[in-house]
């Protein structure tokens, strides 16, 4: 077994390992631990410290990724690159962290609800602690790319900091330590999964700084200061896409940070469906950006191709798996939570899509086209932040959910097509339908399924049931060529 198949299947099995600790921590323990403006409030502070860490990483995550090639030298330390970027990820941290002072006092006077300004204030100043620390641990576990290390940024990732979560809940319920000192053992526990991806490039020696940067000729650095300021624009922009709905439904909901708690269990039901998108993702990037400097566009059309027909068919299972028990969740969760179940509905929808785009945005941003993202996200995080506030106000949670997936859509609709147009590629084909087919097909079967009393064993019946006719169709028919494939190896390991 090669070492990128080795690092693949790890990659793998940390993401789904993170997926059944993201279901503990977020439907098990945060609804029962922590109060909803409390969970809400948690929330609030890791995606506003992601955001501003976008900026603070300075695009040079995608960065360290698309020029590595050029520098790629064990020898002369790869042209000092790693140096380079940290040295640019510090100085825009700094500006980062100014910017994060300068907006305080509008930030916690947007808050009305009482227990949400009084959480806001207390708290506001663990976007400082927890910024910087993202933003380098971001740009570390892209430069470990380079070197076809994608496990070990799952395990810190998806793994390290859900098993520090659960351990901080479960002292909380058992009354050892207190909400305060919980969020604070929270910021602490990214502070280490950074120190953690120092220690590991270190570790296999690719952790060496010199801040001779003599390698770097004036051409090359001008080229490389252009894509990452348009990759720090175009990220910053792509993740308020994805992520403008929380934080506008912690604002303008009418209990804020309770509704922002609501809206994150369903949330995170709903992105359950892109744990599969990640791995390929993490793969997909090195892999195309050699492909461009080598010109080969038939390998990336083939790659394109298949890898969408693979995301629909394990995509479409997921979302019918959260779909079809919603009820279930909400039975255990409590009826609190109720007004969030369509949440799921719709930032699954939205999910859905995005992966059975495939690596439309990776294909973008490692070409020479890659400011084509930047003006698509600038156009549509206006259009999601009206179509947000509107719906928000009208809706409430769902509203939320539903200008997100109508943004969410609408920008894989034309990423798709800036593909076609300038590559002529595309990912779908008749097989992607056959798919949406059969998971219709599946959802309606799920309506005349007998419920029983007990929310966890009908959710364990329900899925077995709906699992085996979908997975025995696609496979019997070979709707998916890859899956069968890959499962003919596996039995013929296993025999």
Known sequence: MSSIQKQSILFSLFSYAGVV???????????????????????????????????????????????????KNKASNHGNLLSFVL??????STCSLFLTFLLENTVIQIFSEEESVALSQKYYWLIYAMMPFLAAFNLLCSYSFNFQKTA???FFRDVFIKLATIFLLVICYLEIINFDLFIRGLTCAYWLQTLGMIIYLNYIGEFNLSFDFSAISSSKLREIFRYSSITMLTGSTLYLVNSIDQIMVSFFSDNQLADAGVFRVFFYLGVVISVPYKALLASSMSVISVAFKENNLNQIASFYKRTSLIMIGIGVFLFIAVVVNLDNIVAFIGPEYEAGKFVAVFIGLNALFNIASSVNGVIISQSKIYQYDLYLNLGLVVFNVILNYFLIKTYGLV????????????YNVLKVIVVQWKFKMQPFSYQSLLLIILGMATLALNTIIPNLSNWF???????I???????????????????????????????
């Open 21 to 71: 600790l993201g279901f503990i921590t977020t439907i098990l323990l945060y609804p029962k631990v922590l109060s909803v403006s409390e969970y809400g409030l948690v929330n609030f502070i890791i995606v506003a410290s992601s955001l501003l860490g976008i900026v603070g990483q300075a695009g040079m995550p995608s960065t360290v990724i698309r020029f590595f090639p050029y520098f």
């Open 87 to 92: 040295l640019g990820t510090f100085i825009a």
């Open 152 to 154: 070990i940024t799952a």
């Open 399 to 410: 509203g939320a959910a539903i200008a997100t997936c109508i943004t969410g859509v609408l």
């Open 457 to 463: 064993f009908d959710a364990i019946y329900r899925t």
């Open 465 to 495: 049931i709906l699992a085996l006719v979908y997975g025995g169709i696609l496979l019997y028919f070979q709707l998916v060529p890859d899956l069968n494939n890959t499962l003919k190896k596996v039995f013929k390991r296993i025999g």
